[in-house]
């Protein structure tokens, strides 16, 4: 086997960049998507595919593991399927990875929360995130990482194509803000964390500047050209459950801990030059539309 494998369970959005990192670098790359009719364009990405649940997880050829499943109520699904497998091999895997989310410190009423705070998830799935941190923690001798991501966006992830649709409305809830970060800069701290193994460590993964998300649609439109979208008082926008629960968390999350520990220098430092670092991108590739 390479001397250097990364099974990725759940191989998506924030997977597939870190895989853009590695693969160059002569790593093996091993991925799990449920969809089996996406395995092959996957497999043109230069990772090794395979459709699980259904097929066989070569756990034993890992050196490294990045889990990016969510859970659910009835738990892990990595865990509740392949538990005694991963317990067997996790003394001699050099890094595990796990996605968690910023969901895990609940509401903080707008102010600002570190890696030391204490969990208070305010919804389902934030407390399913909890559970199965913990559940991954309590393996002995896994060299886990812990990185709780704020809401991810990049290429073909984005308020551009909601602004350019017309859908796209400024929910307006007065004080609110949101934590984000461009899909490279999750790339390139998980990368920087396997450079750096710290197992136990926890880090949180967001941009220096949490937002208001009026403000990030607004500065979208403006880049467009396009008329600034509708604001929309937050009490009366017809928003779905899900939806409606992210506005019930409002916290600022400071990520000093990937710049002091890992080195880590943002790409995109804010919202502002994500998406104008977005925009330039389609127009060199020749997708813009204005």
Known sequence: MSSRTLLSFGHGYAAQALARLLLPQGWRIIGTTRDAARAGELRETGAEIVTWPGQEVPLESATHLLISIAPTAEGDPVLNAL??????IAPRLQWAG???TTAVYGDRAGGWVDENAPLNPASRRGRWRVAAERAWAAIPGLPLHIFRLAGIYGPGRGPFAKVRAGTARRIIKPGQVFSR????????VLAASIDRPNPGAVYNVCDN????PQDVIEHAARLLGTPV??????????LSPMARSFYGENKRV????????LGVRLKYPDY????RALLEEEKHSGSFSG
Do not use: C, K, W
């Open 181 to 188: 970060i461009h899909v490279e800069d999750v790339a390139q």
């Open 229 to 238: 979208p509708p604001a929309v008082p937050f009490e009366t926008a017809d």
């Open 254 to 261: 400071r990520n000093d801990r990937i710049r002091d520990e």
């Open 83 to 88: 538990g005694d497998r991963i317990v067997a």
């Open 272 to 275: 502002r030059t994500g998406l």
């Open 209 to 212: 500047d949490p937002a208001p």
């Open 98 to 100: 796990y996605l968690s």
